[in-house]
C-alpha cells in the first residue's frame, strides 16, 4: 500500500557475491574513503542519482516467493511512513563499492612497496656508478692533465727555437738597413722629366685625353725611376717597419713563452695533487663556464700564429735584404729600358696621331657633301607631301558632297566604296612621306653634329700633336748616365 502523492519506494538488490568479507588493515590508510568506481558504461550512463544504485518498485521480479513479497511490502511500508529512512537508504553504498574500496586499498599497498622495493635497488646501484664514474672522471682529468703539459713543453721549445732565429735576422737586416741609407741620395734627378712629360699630356682635350701606350709607359718610368729613388726610400721605411715588427714579434713569442712557463708551473702541480692533497677546498661556482675562456684548439692555434707570424716576418725580412742587394744593381738598366720603351712609344703615338689627323680631315669633307645631299632629299619629300594636299582635298569633296544625295539615292555604292579607300590611301601616302621626313631630318641633324664633332676632334688632334711633339720629346733628349744612376758619382 503507497500513500498518494508519496515518492516511489526502492528495492535494495543484493550483490551476487558470497557472504564472506576479507580482512582488511588496521592502518589508518585503510579506513580512506574512496568515490565508488565506476566503469566507462557507468560514467556515460548513469550518473550519480538516486537510482544509480538502487531499483524502481515497478522493476521486481514477478518471481519473488509470497512471504519474500510480505517482507518487501514490510520494507516498504516503514521506508514510507518514514521519509529520513528512505533518504538515507538512497545515500548508502552498495556492497560493490565497499569491496572495490578494499581492491584499491590493496593494489595501493603492493605499488608502494614494490615502488620503495625499486627505489632502494635504483639508489645502491647510482651510488655505485657515481663511485666509479668520478674515479674515472678524476684518473681521466689527471691524464688529460699529463697531455696538456707534454703540449706545453713543445711549445715551449718551438717558441725557444723561433726566439734565437728572430735574434739573427734583427741584426742582419739592421746592417743592411745602414748600406741602403747611404746610397739613397743619387736617384733625384730622373723623376722629374717622366713627371712633367705627364703634366704636360694632361692638357690633352676631349677623346685624346686617353690612357694610351706612352701615358702607360710614362707611368711605368716613373715607377721604374722611383724604384731608384721611390723603392730606396720606401724599402727603408720598409726596412724600419720591419725592423719593429720583428722586434713586435719577437716581443709576442717571449711572451707567450712566459705564459707557457707559468701554465707549466701550475699545471704540474694540479697533476701532482691528488684527494688527500693538502691546500684542497670547495669553490663554489669555479664551474661556471667563462666565455672569455679560451679552447684547446684556440690556444694551440695562438702559439701556432705567434710562431708562424715570426717565420712570416722572418722571411719577409730576408726577401726584403735580397731585394735590397738586387737593387742597387739592377736600378739602372730598368731605368734605360723603359726610357728608350717610352721614346718608341712616343714616336708611334705621334704617327698614329697624325694619320687619325689626316682620315678626320677627309671624313668630314665626305660629311659635308652627304649633309648637302640629304638637304635637297628634304626639299624634295616636302614638295611631295605638297603634291598629296590637292588630290586629298579632291578625294575629301567628292565624298561630302555626295552625302547630299537624297533618300535612297545615298547609297554605300562602289564609287562610295572606292572614294573612302583613296581618301585612306592618300593619307597613308602623307604619312608615310612624313615620316621619311622625320626621317630625314633627324639623319641631318646627326650629320651636323657628325660635322661639329669631326671639326672639334681635328683642333684636339693638332693639339695632341703639338704637346707630344714639341713640348715632351724636346724633354726627353737628354737622360742621367749609368754611374750618375748606380750612384757612383
Given at each position: 500500500?503507497?500513500?498518494?502523492?508519496?515518492?516511489?519506494?526502492?528495492?535494495?538488490?543484493?550483490?551476487?557475491?558470497?557472504?564472506?568479507?576479507?580482512?582488511?588493515?588496521?592502518?589508518?590508510?585503510?579506513?580512506?574513503?574512496?568515490?565508488?568506481?565506476?566503469?566507462?558504461?557507468?560514467?556515460?550512463?548513469?550518473?550519480?542519482?538516486?537510482?544509480?544504485?538502487?531499483?524502481?518498485?515497478?522493476?521486481?521480479?514477478?518471481?519473488?516467493?509470497?512471504?519474500?513479497?510480505?517482507?518487501?511490502?514490510?520494507?516498504?511500508?516503514?521506508?514510507?511512513?518514514?521519509?529520513?529512512?528512505?533518504?538515507?537508504?538512497?545515500?548508502?553504498?552498495?556492497?560493490?563499492?565497499?569491496?572495490?574500496?578494499?581492491?584499491?586499498?590493496?593494489?595501493?599497498?603492493?605499488?608502494?612497496?614494490?615502488?620503495?622495493?625499486?627505489?632502494?635497488?635504483?639508489?645502491?646501484?647510482?651510488?655505485?656508478?657515481?663511485?666509479?664514474?668520478?674515479?674515472?672522471?678524476?684518473?681521466?682529468?689527471?691524464?688529460?692533465?699529463?697531455?696538456?703539459?707534454?703540449?706545453?713543453?713543445?711549445?715551449?721549445?718551438?717558441l725557444h727555437h723561433e726566439i734565437d732565429n728572430m735574434v739573427s735576422e734583427i741584426a742582419a737586416l739592421t746592417e743592411v738597413k745602414r748600406r741602403l741609407e747611404r746610397a739613397l741620395a743619387e736617384t733625384e734627378g730622373p723623376l722629374q722629366t717622366s713627371q712633367e712629360c705627364l703634366f704636360h699630356r694632361e692638357k690633352r682635350m676631349s677623346i685624346d685625353l686617353v690612357h694610351d701606350g706612352v701615358e702607360k709607359d710614362l707611368i711605368k718610368?716613373?715607377?721604374?725611376?722611383?724604384?731608384?729613388?721611390?723603392?730606396?726610400?720606401?724599402?727603408?721605411?720598409?726596412?724600419?717597419?720591419?725592423?719593429?715588427?720583428?722586434?713586435?714579434?719577437?716581443?709576442?713569442?717571449?711572451?707567450?713563452?712566459?705564459?707557457?712557463?707559468?701554465?707549466?708551473?701550475?699545471?704540474?702541480?694540479?697533476?701532482?695533487?691528488?684527494?688527500?692533497?693538502?691546500?684542497?677546498?670547495?669553490?663554489?661556482?669555479?664551474?661556471?663556464?667563462?666565455?672569455?675562456?679560451?679552447?684547446?684548439d684556440s690556444w694551440s692555434k695562438f702559439t701556432d700564429d705567434n710562431i708562424l707570424l715570426s717565420q712570416s716576418e722572418r722571411s719577409t725580412s730576408h726577401k726584403l735584404r735580397d731585394e735590397i742587394e738586387v737593387l742597387l744593381n739592377t736600378t739602372a738598366n730598368e731605368m734605360w729600358n723603359q726610357f728608350n720603351s717610352a721614346n718608341v712609344s712616343f714616336t708611334n703615338r705621334i704617327s698614329e696621331m697624325a694619320e687619325a689627323k689626316n682620315?678626320?680631315?677627309?671624313?668630314?669633307?665626305?660629311?659635308?657633301?652627304?649633309?648637302?645631299?640629304?638637304?635637297?632629299?628634304?626639299?624634295?619629300?616636302?614638295?611631295?607631301?605638297?603634291?598629296?594636299?590637292?588630290?586629298?582635298?579632291?578625294?575629301?569633296?567628292?565624298?561630302?558632297?555626295?552625302?547630299?544625295?537624297?533618300?535612297?539615292?545615298?547609297?554605300?555604292?562602289?564609287?562610295?566604296?572606292?572614294?573612302?579607300?583613296?581618301?585612306?590611301?592618300?593619307?597613308?601616302?602623307?604619312?608615310?612621306?612624313?615620316?621619311?621626313?622625320?626621317?630625314?631630318?633627324?639623319?641631318?641633324?646627326?650629320?651636323?653634329?657628325?660635322?661639329?664633332?669631326?671639326?672639334?676632334?681635328?683642333?684636339?688632334?693638332?693639339?695632341?700633336?703639338?704637346?707630344?711633339?714639341?713640348?715632351?720629346?724636346?724633354?726627353?733628349?737628354?737622360?742621367?748616365?749609368?754611374?750618375?744612376?748606380?750612384?757612383?758619382?
Amino acid at each position: 500500500m503507497e500513500l498518494i502523492g508519496s515518492t516511489q519506494t526502492a528495492t535494495y538488490t543484493r550483490p551476487k557475491t558470497s557472504n564472506f568479507l576479507p580482512a582488511i588493515s588496521t592502518t589508518a590508510s585503510s579506513y580512506r574513503n574512496f568515490p565508488p568506481a565506476l566503469t566507462a558504461n557507468q560514467n556515460a550512463n548513469m550518473p550519480w542519482r538516486t537510482n544509480t544504485y538502487f531499483r524502481s518498485g515497478s522493476a521486481i521480479p514477478s518471481i519473488l516467493s509470497s512471504s519474500q513479497r510480505d517482507n518487501l511490502e514490510l520494507v516498504r511500508a516503514k521506508t514510507m511512513f518514514y521519509p529520513s529512512n528512505r533518504a538515507a537508504m538512497s545515500t548508502r553504498y552498495m556492497p560493490d563499492d565497499w569491496f572495490k574500496s578494499n581492491y584499491n586499498n590493496y593494489r595501493e599497498s603492493e605499488s608502494s612497496r614494490n615502488s620503495a622495493e625499486r627505489l632502494r635497488r635504483d639508489t645502491l646501484r647510482l651510488i655505485q656508478d657515481r663511485d666509479q664514474i668520478t674515479r674515472w672522471t678524476q684518473e681521466s682529468t689527471s691524464k688529460n692533465l699529463g697531455e696538456r703539459l707534454n703540449d706545453i713543453t713543445f711549445w715551449r721549445s718551438e717558441l725557444h727555437h723561433e726566439i734565437d732565429n728572430m735574434v739573427s735576422e734583427i741584426a742582419a737586416l739592421t746592417e743592411v738597413k745602414r748600406r741602403l741609407e747611404r746610397a739613397l741620395a743619387e736617384t733625384e734627378g730622373p723623376l722629374q722629366t717622366s713627371q712633367e712629360c705627364l703634366f704636360h699630356r694632361e692638357k690633352r682635350m676631349s677623346i685624346d685625353l686617353v690612357h694610351d701606350g706612352v701615358e702607360k709607359d710614362l707611368i711605368k718610368e716613373v715607377e721604374v725611376i722611383k724604384s731608384c729613388q721611390e723603392r730606396m726610400r720606401r724599402s727603408l721605411d720598409k726596412a724600419i717597419a720591419q725592423l719593429a715588427s720583428n722586434r713586435a714579434a719577437q716581443h709576442e713569442l717571449e711572451r707567450d713563452l712566459n705564459d707557457k712557463v707559468t701554465a707549466q708551473r701550475i699545471d704540474d702541480r694540479c697533476h701532482q695533487m691528488r684527494n688527500t692533497s693538502d691546500g684542497i677546498s670547495y669553490y663554489r661556482g669555479i664551474d661556471r663556464l667563462d666565455p672569455s675562456l679560451s679552447l684547446p684548439d684556440s690556444w694551440s692555434k695562438f702559439t701556432d700564429d705567434n710562431i708562424l707570424l715570426s717565420q712570416s716576418e722572418r722571411s719577409t725580412s730576408h726577401k726584403l735584404r735580397d731585394e735590397i742587394e738586387v737593387l742597387l744593381n739592377t736600378t739602372a738598366n730598368e731605368m734605360w729600358n723603359q726610357f728608350n720603351s717610352a721614346n718608341v712609344s712616343f714616336t708611334n703615338r705621334i704617327s698614329e696621331m697624325a694619320e687619325a689627323k689626316n682620315s678626320l680631315q677627309t671624313h668630314l669633307a665626305k660629311t659635308l657633301q652627304e649633309i648637302f645631299q640629304t638637304e635637297m632629299l628634304i626639299e624634295t619629300l616636302k614638295k611631295a607631301i605638297r603634291d598629296k594636299e590637292n588630290p586629298l582635298k579632291v578625294a575629301q569633296t567628292r565624298l561630302e558632297e555626295r552625302t547630299r544625295r537624297p533618300n535612297v539615292e545615298l547609297c554605300r555604292d562602289n564609287p562610295h566604296h572606292r572614294l573612302v579607300g583613296e581618301v585612306r590611301e592618300i593619307e597613308d601616302s602623307i604619312y608615310k612621306l612624313r615620316e621619311r621626313l622625320a626621317e630625314a631630318e633627324n639623319t641631318l641633324q646627326n650629320l651636323v653634329k657628325t660635322k661639329v664633332t669631326l671639326e672639334h676632334d681635328i683642333s684636339v688632334k693638332a693639339n695632341s700633336l703639338f704637346l707630344d711633339q714639341e713640348k715632351c720629346m724636346s724633354m726627353r733628349r737628354s737622360f742621367p748616365s749609368t754611374p750618375r744612376l748606380v750612384g757612383y758619382t
